[in-house]
């Protein structure tokens, strides 16, 4: 059956985008963190258990949303 809008489709989209987004960002937050760099005006530490679980969460989106697009 066709989907009239593509609805299917877009959703696996967002979750591919959403998930890529949290490696991206957690990715680069823990490379930073190692080489000792901070943003400008951030207050206390990195958590580095709560990047480290968000970047494995964005890990297994990333790959459910490819898949989804891919088995279309």
């Known amino acids: 059956m066709i989907d009239l809008l593509g609805l299917d489709t877009l959703l696996a989209q967002i979750i ?7 490696v991206a960002g957690n990715g680069y937050a823990l490379v ?33 949303g490819a898949a989804s697009l891919i088995a279309r």
């Open 16 to 22: 591919l985008a959403l998930g890529a987004a949290l």
């Open 32 to 64: 930073m963190a190692r080489r000792g760099k901070r943003p400008k005006g951030a207050d206390g530490e990195l958590r580095r258990g709560r990047a480290w679980f968000l970047l494995v969460v964005g890990i297994v989106m990333a790959y459910w």
